[in-house]
Antibody
Framework: EVQLVQSGIEVKKPGESLKISCQGS????????IGWVRQMPGQGLEWMGF????????RYSPSFIGQVTVSADRSINTAYIQWSSLKASDTALYYC????????????WGQGSLVAVSS | QSALTQPRSVSGSPGQSVTISCTGT?????????VSWYQQHPGKAPKLLIY???KRPSGVPDRFSASKSDNTASLTISGLQSEDDADYYC?????????FGTGTKVSVL
């Protein structure tokens, strides 16, 4: 069964850096796009950025350009999203999702990674 | 890019039907047949319900149906069941990325 497994809870201070991961298990995601989704407390879903596993092409939603960096390591079937300087407003639940290249169906979702940023 | 517009909430009694609208623009919903819908229960990850406007992945009950007209997509849940009480999000392709709707809370009375 295809699964996306994300890294766990992170508690950080403003200004710190962070990199969270999303690993595909029991399947090769070489021809998949991985998307990252933010869900702030009590709020809706927002696409942040996308990375293609095969060639590491990246795309970003306008609101997140310069705010985060998405990447992938095909050798270990893992995608990442990282922040260089966290803000309190980055406190949220972050999901990764996978869609086969050429389709628009986000079939597989990680369990979510909770990030709390507070001084 | 702004989020697609959905009603904040809809409700219905068990067995009834409800329809959720998702209004975008000629650059997203109106431009591509790449509209999908996701169901999210509290504390859970979203789940794909519909893709390519009106296709259901295997395992999704046929109570869920969807369509699109011009810049507005719609999701209909027929024969409401208690387990349908959840948040629902539409999603559209927009150029090279995607955009979600604002989300709709479906309450089963």
């Amino acid at each position: 069964e295809v699964q996306l497994v994300q890294s766990g809870i992170e508690v950080k201070k403003p200004g710190e850096s962070l990199k969270i991961s999303c690993q595909g298990s029991a399947y090769s995601f070489s021809n998949y796009w991985i998307g990252w989704v933010r869900q702030m407390p009590g709020q809706g879903l927002e696409w942040m950025g996308f990375v293609h596993f095969s060639d590491s092409e990246t795309r970003y939603s306008p609101s997140f350009i310069g705010q985060v960096t998405v990447s992938a390591d095909r050798s270990i079937n893992t995608a990442y999203i990282q922040w260089s300087s966290l803000k309190a407003s980055d406190t949220a639940l972050y999901y990764c999702a996978a869609a086969l290249h050429g389709t628009a169906r986000w079939d597989y979702w990680g369990q979510g990674s909770l990030v709390a940023v507070s001084s | 890019q702004s989020a697609l517009t959905q009603p904040r909430s809809v409700s219905g009694s068990p067995g009834q039907s409800v329809t959720i609208s998702c209004t975008g623009t000629s650059s997203d919903v109106g431009a591509y047949n790449f509209v999908s819908w996701y169901q999210q229960h509290p504390g859970k990850a979203p789940k794909l319900l519909i893709y390519d406007v009106n296709k259901r992945p295997s395992g999704v009950p046929d109570r869920f149906s969807a369509s699109k007209s011009d810049n507005t997509a719609s999701l209909t849940i027929s024969g409401l069941q208690s387990e349908d009480d959840a948040d629902y999000y539409c999603c559209s392709y927009w150029g090279s990325i995607y955009v979600f709707g604002t989300g709709t809370k479906v309450s089963v009375l």
